[in-house]
Each structure stands twice: as C-alpha cells, then as structure tokens.
C-alpha cells in the first residue's frame, strides 16, 4: 500500500497569499496518478487536479499541481476567502487507492 | 441536474448489516465507473470500492473484503453497497463517487454508526 504523507498539518496564511502543500509518497506513485481535492465542513470533497497537474474543469488557475515519482505539491497562488478548507492528496495508480491525511489551510 | 444521492445510512449493531444505495441522475450511468469513499468522523477518506461500468469487475480495500458487496444496476442508474458483518471501525460517512479511480461527483453522503 502506498502511504502519502501531506504537510503542514495545517497552514495559516491570509488572504493573497501564496499557499504550498506538499503531499509525499512512500513508494513511486505509477504514471504520476496524484490528484487534490478540496473539502469544506459539512460538504463532500471537489475534485481540483488529477494527473499530477491537470486542472478539473471549473477550477479556477490559480490552483496548480506539480511533482511526479514521490514528491507532489499543490500551490494556490493568491489565496481567495473560500479557498480555506482541507486539502487531501490521493493516488490512484496501485491499488489499493489512498488518500493522505489532509493538509487544514486556516485564515491567519 | 447531475447528482448523486445516497440513503441506507443509520445506526446497526456491531455484526449487523445494511445496505447503501446511490441514485445518480443527469449523466449517462451505464458508462462510467462508480466508487464508494468513506470518512471516518473528524478523518481522512478512504477507498472502499470501485465498480466497472457492467458490472463485470469490482474492486476493495482489504478491510472490507468477504463483508461488504459494490453492485449497480444500470436501468434504475443506482449504485449500492451491502455492508455485512459491520464493526465499530466502519462507522462513517459514506460517500457514492462517480469514477473509479478519481471523483468528479460526490454525493452528499450517508452516515452509518455502528455501535450497541
């Protein structure tokens, strides 16, 4: 099983600013299968970036996804009020499919 | 509209059983994958199953393995998952998924508590 490791554990930025999540894989995630969802209380999460890079349609640009073999990040440029949530990384290249723990971004 | 819409969900003793089900509307439902995810209270999400679009393959994760089914029936557009022998540790909210591998639809979620 592959185990994703996200950090921080939890980000506190303001808005405008510029916000780095990492996601890290214990073993080579296949083909770069690595997606990011965003997830608000009380709500299912959103799909945002799935093949490591690739934007979902209707998600603004200024999400982005990088990274490939172990190491992946998803960088919101300039943070808008409803970007603080929780973010999940996932593989999707082996199974057993996983998700990391969750990255909290709060409003400092 | 596209959606999905689970129901199923409620509390069951430890070894009893229920069965989820997922309505989906406004896409073809015969062609895609479905998945279920669940999350844990105050948790991360987990794969449970995926189900190919005819139902020929389906995939677990290994804690479910022996107890918990994934079917569809695609004249009705519904997913379902029968969940058997339940333990404490599969309480959580469930969630219908469209994909097998990433979801680009979620339902709303159904919340299945198991505990005596």
């Known amino acids: 099983e592959i185990v994703l490791t996200q950090s921080p554990g939890t980000l506190s930025l303001s808005p405008g600013e510029r916000a780095t999540l990492s996601c890290r894989a214990s073993?080579?995630?296949?083909?770069?299968?690595l997606a990011w969802y965003q997830q608000k209380p009380g709500q299912a999460p959103r799909l945002l970036i799935n093949g490591a890079s690739s934007r979902a349609p209707g998600i603004p640009d200024r999400f982005s996804g990088t990274g490939s073999g172990t190491d992946f990040t998803l960088t919101i440029s300039r943070l808008e009020p409803e970007d603080f949530a929780v973010y999940f990384c996932?593989?999707?290249?082996?199974?057993?499919?996983?998700f990391g723990q969750g990255t909290k971004l709060e409003i400092k | 509209e596209v959606q999905l819409v689970e129901s199923g969900g409620g509390l069951v003793q430890p070894g009893g059983s229920l069965r989820l089900s997922c309505a989906a509307s406004g896409f073809t439902f015969s062609t895609v994958w479905m998945s279920w995810v669940r999350q844990a209270p105050g948790k991360g999400l987990e794969w449970v199953a995926n189900?190919?679009?005819?139902?020929?393959?389906?995939y677990y994760v290994d804690s479910v393995k022996g107890r918990f089914t994934i079917s569809r029936d695609n004249a009705k557009s519904s997913l379902y998952l029968q969940m058997n022998s339940l333990r404490a540790e599969d309480t959580a909210v469930y969630y219908c998924?469209?994909?097998?591998?990433?979801?680009?639809?979620w339902g709303q979620g159904t919340l299945v508590t198991v505990s005596s």
């Open positions: 073993q080579t995630v296949y083909s770069n299968s």
């Open positions: 998924a469209r994909g097998g591998y990433t979801y680009s639809l």
């Open positions: 189900i190919k679009e005819d139902g020929s393959d389906k």
């Open positions: 996932q593989q999707y290249g082996t199974t057993p499919l996983t």
